[in-house]
């Protein structure tokens, strides 16, 4: 679901806009018990901070060669500064000022310095103080759960950096477009970036960037809400979106120190466990790698391919009638609407393709030509479809359909392959699932093959912690992604 720590490929393609050590980029189940690890985290600074609380903290051994100095940042000259701070801080319980304690402690380390945090009685390192300390410009070189009870259960490892990530701010899409056109070498609109990102009707703003000391953009990461359906429950999910990094910054740090890690880490210290069921995307091999590392991503298949070669369908005495949707009123929302509730059942776990979703997913997304297509049978929508020209073939989108009407997909391809003639002996590609298996089967019947994903593309997802569907019983299609 996003870019790895690669120098050099560091960016998705320009039409996409992802069992770990953690299930977050906050913390992770690596430990502080050997000496040599303390030695890790305190670098190789020589003159060293050690306030009262912690003096229970730092083995000895590790603090052997380096000029250790005790007492609080508080009562230190202006003028001193440490290669290394290590203190004990209270985790946020609503009345801490994070961004407070991380100003104060930073003006007392020199440039390259060492800012060591450690937490009482938590499982992880706080989510809001990674967050902050990296709107402040460190660098977390380590979030990590410690072996010791007292006094202390988590730690945070900083360090300085002119680079600072952040939330989006009003007026930064002029910004991001650039990054996009510098990353992509590809033009995006402003309304095509205010669709997904601003407008959107479930989520919007959820960006995390990364600035220059000068303000530049240099990295970008970012989700827009999706809404699913279980088992007449509704939740709003993230997909993740365009991820990228301006070439000019990918040899800005490396691994998880990277401006790309750095942003991702920001971005799921700041919209983790805040209501979103899950957080998902369609992803290569490197991004899932990366995923799995980094984020605890985990695949939920790979990505079910088919595509349908050979002589275009044709359509004899057809029980129903076709036609092609271009706009909703009051009245066709409301049948999709009604339509969705009576198909979702047969499906089990999906997006909540009604008549809002259709209405702003493929009738109100700029710069695309999709073609919807709906199926009626004595007056009564009883299956939709959703299509675009590919460089090579028709490309079906969506589709949703009840099942004693599967056989509408039969006459809706016939139509949608008369209306684009170009393509009519060209083909047909999709992503489907092989759930429900009524629909498998209908697919088969139309002539599509099972074939191996040409981009190799997995189905990942991130789970929140109040996920609670079967995530192998999700039924998706490529318009779930940002790839159609």
């Not at 605890?296 to 990505?303: A, I, L, T």
């Amino acid at each position: 679901m996003t870019d790895g720590p690669s120098e050099t490929d560091d960016n998705e393609s320009p039409t996409r806009p992802r069992a770990t050590r953690s299930m977050t980029p906050t913390g992770s189940a690596q430990t502080a018990s050997g000496i040599s690890s303390w030695q890790r985290y305190l670098g190789s600074g020589t003159r060293l901070m050690v306030s009262e609380t912690a003096v229970d903290l730092v083995p000895s051994e590790a603090l052997e060669g380096r000029q250790v100095v005790r007492r609080e940042l508080h009562d230190q000259s202006s003028e001193d500064l440490f290669d290394g701070i290590a203190t004990v801080v209270e985790a946020d319980h609503g009345d801490v000022d994070v961004t407070g304690q991380l100003t104060e402690l930073r003006t007392g380390l020199s440039s390259e310095g060492r800012l060591l945090l450690a937490f009482r009685d938590v499982d992880e390192v706080p989510p809001q103080w990674v967050r902050v300390a990296s709107e402040l410009g460190f660098v977390v070189l380590y979030a990590l759960r410690l072996t010791a009870t007292p006094p202390a259960t988590a730690l945070l490892v900083l360090q300085p950096d002119e680079n600072r990530i952040s939330s989006y701010r009003e007026g930064d899409e002029t910004g991001i477009l650039e990054l996009f056109q510098r990353s992509f070498h590809h033009t995006r609109s402003v309304e095509r970036w205010a669709w997904a990102y601003r407008d959107n009707p479930w989520s919007g703003h959820n960006i995390s960037v990364a600035r220059t000391a000068d303000g530049k953009l240099a990295a970008h990461y970012a989700g827009y809400g999706m809404p699913f359906w279980y088992q007449g429950r509704t939740f709003t999910a993230l997909q993740i979106g365009d991820t990228m990094t301006d070439p000019e910054f990918r040899g800005v740090g490396r691994g998880t120190t990277g401006l790309m890690a750095r942003t991702v880490r920001h971005f799921f210290s700041r919209y983790r466990n805040t209501g979103f069921g899950f957080f998902y995307g369609f992803n290569t091999g490197p991004i899932q790698r990366f995923s799995r590392w980094f984020i605890g991503g985990m695949e939920v298949e790979p990505v079910h391919y088919r595509r349908r070669n050979g002589e275009a369908l044709t359509s004899i005495r057809s029980r129903y009638r076709i036609r092609r949707v271009n706009a909703f009123d009051s009245r066709s929302r409301t049948q999709f609407d009604r339509f969705f509730s009576r198909a979702a059942p047969a499906y089990g776990y999906l997006v909540r393709r009604d008549g809002e979703y259709v209405d702003w997913r493929y009738l109100r997304c700029p710069d695309v030509d999709y073609q919807l297509y709906a199926a009626y049978r004595w007056g009564r929508l009883v299956g939709w479809s959703v299509f675009r020209s590919g460089s090579e073939c028709l490309v079906w989108g969506d589709a949703l359909f009840a099942p004693r009407h599967h056989s509408a997909a039969s006459d809706i391809l016939a139509q949608v392959q008369n209306d684009n003639p170009t393509y009519a002996d060209q083909g047909i590609e999709a992503w489907f699932p092989a759930r429900p298996s009524w629909w498998h089967e209908q697919l088969r019947a139309l002539g599509f093959e099972d074939l191996p994903n040409p981009s190799k593309l997995g189905f990942m997802i991130l789970p929140d912690a109040e996920t609670e569907a079967p995530l192998e019983h999700l039924y998706y299609s490529m318009g779930d992604g940002d790839l159609f």
